[in-house]
T-cell receptor, first 116, second 113 residues
Framework: GNSVTQMEGPVTLSEEAFLTINCTYTATGYPSLFWYVQYPGEGLQLLLKATKADDKGSNKGFEATYRKETTSFHLEKGSVQVSDSAVYFCALSDHRGGGGADGLTFGKGTHLIIQP | SQTIHQWPATLVQPVGSPLSLECTVEGTSNPNLYWYRQAAGRGLQLLFYSVGIGQISSEVPQNLSASRPQDRQFILSSKKLLLSDSGFYLC????????????FGNGTRLTVT
């Protein structure tokens, strides 16, 4: 079946440091890939996505490139801020039901802590 | 624009009591709807999804059930809660197109005592 593996957290960095959160996946077919962010006490927000190989998703200074050859979708940011502290989830799309009901398979999440 | 509402935000219930969590979506029609549960250290687990009124698919057999009485309403229920039902429950919707992203509500923190 499909699965997503993320690096274990928490990841603690100083402000303005470079960020990489690793994500690898196992899937049949050609899924779309997503990064979601969850701030304390809130639901998940879509951060960025990529729908095919070599696509790069980007948003709010974050980037991730869909690497089919390495089955990876690593999240990067050049200079993190304290406000980036949150839990980050990597996910891939599944195909459920005849109506194109794409649920998502999520990784376990990586807790990111940015210190001033 | 589309919005999703989920309530209550927090809930404390004794073991053996019933449960009803409600989720509604505005600004779209015929969305796909989902219930996820987030347990500490275990990521998100898909519980139920629905592609239309009265159509419910269960991903994991357990003490919970779901219903979709209206196009944009999704309800998560239990007749008798267990301690293991504690967690953070998230409702989500997506468009009925392949590879559409999910859009989440703010979640319900359920504590079963």
């Amino acid at each position: 079946g499909n699965s997503v593996t993320q690096m274990e957290g928490p990841v603690t960095l100083s402000e303005e440091a470079f960020l990489t959160i690793n994500c690898t996946y196992t899937a049949t077919g050609y899924p779309s890939l997503f990064w979601y962010v969850q701030y304390p006490g809130e639901g998940l927000q879509l951060l960025l996505k990529a729908t095919k190989a070599d696509d790069k998703g980007s948003n709010k200074g974050f980037e991730a490139t869909y690497r089919k050859e390495t089955t990876s979708f690593h999240l990067e940011k050049g200079s993190v801020q304290v406000s980036d502290s949150a839990v980050y989830f990597c996910a891939l799309s599944d195909h459920r039901g005849g109506g194109g009901a794409d649920g998502l398979t999520f990784g376990k999440g990586t807790h990111l802590i940015i210190q001033p | 624009s589309q919005t999703i509402h989920q309530w209550p935000a927090t809930l404390v219930q004794p073991v053996g009591s019933p449960l009803s969590l409600e989720c509604t979506v505005e600004g779209t029609s015929n969305p796909n709807l989902y219930w996820y549960r987030q347990a500490a250290g275990r990521g998100l687990q898909l519980l139920f999804y629905s592609v239309g009124i009265g159509q419910i698919s269960s991903e994991v057999p357990q003490n919970l059930s779901a219903s979709r009485p209206q196009d944009r309403q999704f309800i998560l229920s239990s007749k008798k809660l267990l301690l293991s039902d504690s967690g953070f429950y998230l409702c989500a919707w997506s468009e009925g197109q392949i590879n559409s992203p999910l859009h989440f509500g703010n979640g319900t923190r359920l504590t079963v005592t």
